[in-house]
């Protein structure tokens, strides 16, 4: 890290890279322990079926400098740590659901609590970072997951990525890993996705 | 053959247990709904309700909320109340029907305007679980606003229709700004009033459409994806929608109440047992007194 006081972490998908696994919403899913229907973290691909212009990529929050989801919060549950991850106090959220309303990506989500259809509080990608409550606390762990950021550790998703796609961490540090695979593109690195030659052979 | 209509019934069943994931919101659906925000030719929905919610809707509330009280405190002070005499004839205005629906609408209304502004403040009060019931309020009570809105819409549609009567009473807002005791030209229902009742009823089915909306959320509605409009658009549009018409239907809210309770005295009672003063009728609807007149019924 070149500078860990004005870091700011973010999670960068490279779609020349994913290969549509799932690999990071089952990683997520398992070590969260989310209920089922909850999505933290999703893979979509995008220009299905379109031919050349059909790529991959994974979603979650994706942890906005001037989040929209902070801003139009009627409770003000949401706070944005000094590093730029984007977190919520579930025991101040009403599941209003106007963070969803205002999410480019569609990452908050909302599960189904009992009867009628209520809409439960709204629950999203922590980056690992768990909640306002006590660090690795049980209520902590019951209500947002693991704090994988306290122990150090990168977000379980980014670990689990096969390919290395999913990339998280200092946005700089990050643009930077991405600027090298770009311009190494044609120079000897891999240009059709990744391990495609070697199950297959170069030439289909 | 059997066994054939046995396994499309477990089909089908199976995908009513599993039709959540099947979700409008999240599946395959979430690419529309990520390309809505601001992709070219999107609708922008996205951007003009996080603006619209983070800066305008609370000092609007708040504006209308203490605004609207604050100018009919000084009409009341400088102005003061109508007060009408008592002692005459009284006429029978509103049916046992009417009173009966009228006091459900306001129940509903009673109960949903304070939860929504609770909503809208609940910063203020600390959000949690006091806001989440408040919530869950907000939503059951409009049960009881769609079985009196519906009435209500057709015994009074015919006399809230406009008339000519209602441009004078615009021209002098009713008669509210002074004192005199001229005759307003009003039918059964004067201008404001049917301001009021259009609200309240069309405006009111769009509340209960925007607001059933945001509560289920997802959900598949054909005509949005014939027009290729995505789930989260709709819910944006819905927002905007239920915040924009709230601020009208609060404002009119408290005008409403302000008229039946301070300005006309004794007003309210015409809701509780049916019956206006004679002189109510004949000063502020008098196209309907000289109506009841010529019938012979006043």
């Not at chain 1, 549950?77 to 309303?101: P, S």
């Not at chain 1, 690795?136 to 209500?143: A, C, G």
């Not at chain 2, 290729?228 to 944006?236: A, G």
Request: glycine letters at 8%; proline letters at 4%.
């Amino acid at each position: 890290m070149s500078d860990i006081g004005n870091a700011r972490l973010k999670f960068y998908c490279d779609e020349h890279r994913c290969i549509s696994c799932d690999g990071c919403s089952v990683a997520c899913a398992e070590a969260h322990e989310l209920p089922a229907n909850i999505n933290r973290r999703k893979v979509v691909t995008m220009n299905e079926g379109i031919f050349g212009l059909e790529y991959s990529l994974s979603i979650a929050c994706m942890h906005c400098t001037d989040a929209p989801c902070e801003q139009v919060c009627p409770t003000d549950c949401f706070y944005i740590r000094e590093d730029g991850i984007v977190l919520h106090d579930k025991d101040k959220c009403i599941g209003c659901a106007y963070c969803l309303y205002a999410c480019p990506f569609g990452a908050p989500q909302f599960p189904q609590d009992g009867a009628f259809s209520i809409k439960g509080v709204m629950d999203k990608c922590t980056m690992c970072a768990g909640g306002p409550e006590e660090t690795n606390s049980d209520k902590e762990r019951e209500l947002y997951g693991q704090n994988r950021i306290a122990e150090g550790k990168v977000p379980v998703c980014a670990a689990m990525c096969s390919t290395k796609a999913l990339l998280v961490g200092d946005s700089a540090e990050i643009s930077d890993i991405y600027r090298e695979r770009v311009l190494s593109i044609g120079h000897g690195a891999k240009t059709q996705p990744y391990g495609w030659s070697t199950a297959y052979g170069s030439k289909i | 053959m059997k066994s054939k209509y046995i396994i499309i019934a477990l089909l089908a069943l199976s995908s009513l247990a599993f039709g959540y994931s099947d979700s409008v919101v999240w599946s395959d659906n979430l690419v529309d709904n990520i390309l809505g925000y601001d992709k070219e030719g999107s609708l922008h929905l996205g951007q003009y309700f996080t603006i619209l919610q983070s800066t305008y809707f609370k000092p609007l509330f708040f504006g209308v909320l203490f605004g609207v009280p604050a100018i009919f405190l000084i009409h009341y002070l400088i102005i003061g109340p109508m007060i009408f005499s008592h002692d005459r004839k009284k006429i029978y205005v509103f049916t046992l029907f009417n009173r009966i629906v009228h006091a459900i609408a306001g129940i509903a209304f009673i109960l949903i305007i304070p939860t929504g502004l609770i909503m809208m403040f609940a910063t203020t009060f600390g959000g949690g679980e006091f806001v989440r019931i408040c919530k869950d309020i907000h939503a059951i009570s409009t049960l009881l606003f769609i079985v009196s809105i519906v009435p209500m819409f057709l015994m009074w549609l015919r006399p809230m229709l406009p008339s000519s009567d209602d441009i004078k009473w615009m021209m002098i807002l009713g008669g509210y700004l002074n004192k005199r005791k001229d005759p307003v030209p009003a039918g059964r229902f004067n201008a404001g009033q049917k301001m009021w009742f259009w609200l309240a009823t069309l405006g009111g089915f769009l509340m209960i459409g925007t607001g059933v909306a945001m509560y289920f959320q997802d959900f598949r509605l054909d005509i949005l994806v014939s027009n290729s409009i995505s789930q989260i658009d709709f819910l944006r549009a819905s927002a905007i929608i239920h915040n924009v018409l709230g601020l009208a239907v609060l404002a009119l809210f408290l005008t409403h109440i302000y008229m039946s309770v301070f300005a006309i005295k004794g007003a309210i009672h015409s809701m509780i047992n049916g019956y206006k003063e004679e002189e109510e009728v004949e000063i502020l609807h008098s196209s309907y007194y000289k109506e009841l007149k010529e019938k012979g019924e006043a």
